[in-house]
Every structure is written in structure tokens, then in C-alpha cells.
């Protein structure tokens, strides 16, 4: 048996219904702005870790280049040092020599 509703009872029921979906409509909406924030978020913090690993990446390159001038630089001063001795060598056994000679 179907009761019969006034204008005003029919009104509210309906208004019910309406704040009923609306809400739970609202609570959907700040769920999902709040999911975005928070996917947002992540993503911000992964782009400043990846900038950091780029930035540490740049340096490590640059003392890989650094590391390799210097090896060259070592090899060209201990090639050099060997020449020097090698003519100290000559000019002490030629001062050896000359001192011998009458």
C-alpha cells in the first residue's frame, strides 16, 4: 500500500535525496582533489630527485674529467722527472770521467 505524501513532504524527501547525493558527490570531488595533491606531490618530489641524481651525475662526470687531467698531467711530470735524472745521470758520469782523465 503506497502512501500518500504531502507537497511539502515530497519536497523534503527529495531535498534529502539531493543533499544525500550532493554530499557524498562533494566527499567523491575532495577525495579526488585530494588524491591529485597528493600524486602532485609525489610527482614534485620524484622530479627533485631526479634533479639531484642529474646534478651528482654532472659532478661525477666532471671529476672523471678532472681525475683523467691529472693522470696525464702525472705521466707528462714523472716522464719529465725520469729525463732529469736520466741528464744528472750523464753529467755526473761525464764529471766522473773528466776528473779521471790527466
Known amino acids: 500500500m503506497v502512501r500518500a505524501m504531502s507537497a511539502g513532504s515530497v519536497l523534503s524527501h527529495f531535498d534529502g535525496m539531493f543533499q544525500g ?14 588524491a591529485r595533491a597528493e600524486a602532485d606531490a609525489a610527482d614534485r618530489q620524484a622530479a627533485r630527485t631526479l634533479d639531484r641524481v642529474a646534478t651528482v651525475a654532472r659532478g661525477m ?42
Open 21 to 34: 547525493f550532493a554530499g557524498g558527490l562533494g566527499s567523491a570531488l575532495a577525495q579526488g582533489r585530494a
Open 61 to 102: 662526470a666532471r671529476d672523471r674529467q678532472e681525475i683523467h687531467a691529472l693522470r696525464e698531467e702525472n705521466d707528462r711530470l714523472r716522464d719529465e722527472l725520469a729525463a732529469m735524472r736520466a741528464r744528472a745521470v750523464r753529467a755526473e758520469a761525464v764529471a766522473i770521467r773528466d776528473r779521471r782523465q790527466p
